[in-house]
């Protein structure tokens, strides 16, 4: 079984920046699609970014380009989410999440089938 662990959410201001990571248990996902995804109250889950190994893909959601930068470190089994340039407007709980597939790269949660318990991003302005 996997387990993946969040952290790094908090509170910051408008223009600041943090720095999610996730760590992965269980089993190694060095060449699974791993995503971050957010969610906040009332909207739908979406995917901000995420690495495909096997496609050699890193998406990006059209609402954090150029801010947010995705990156893991497979020695370490971990997944990082580097977002700068923070507005209200990226207020969430973002999770952590991977899939079991190998070859898939997907944008979509139904897709992914293990996830993290969330942590709360909240930018005041």
């Known amino acids: 079984q996997v387990q993946l662990v969040e952290s790094g959410g908090g509170s910051v201001q408008a223009g600041g920046s943090l720095r999610l990571s996730c760590a992965a248990s269980g089993r190694t996902l060095r060449y699974n699609t791993m995503g971050w995804f957010r969610q906040a109250p009332g909207k739908e889950r979406e995917c901000v970014a995420f690495?495909?190994?096997?496609?050699?893909?890193?998406y990006y959601g059209d609402s954090v380009k150029g801010r947010f930068t995705i990156s893991r470190d497979n020695v370490e089994n971990t997944l990082h989410l580097q977002m700068n340039s923070l507005t209200p407007e990226d207020t969430a709980v973002y999770y952590c999440?991977?899939?079991?597939?190998?070859?898939?790269?997907?944008?979509?949660?139904?897709?992914?089938?293990?996830w993290g318990q969330g942590t709360q991003v909240t930018v005041s302005s």
């Open positions: 690495h495909s190994l096997a496609r050699s893909w890193i």
């Open positions: 999440a991977a899939d079991s597939s190998l070859t898939r790269a997907s944008a979509r949660a139904s897709d992914y089938d293990y």
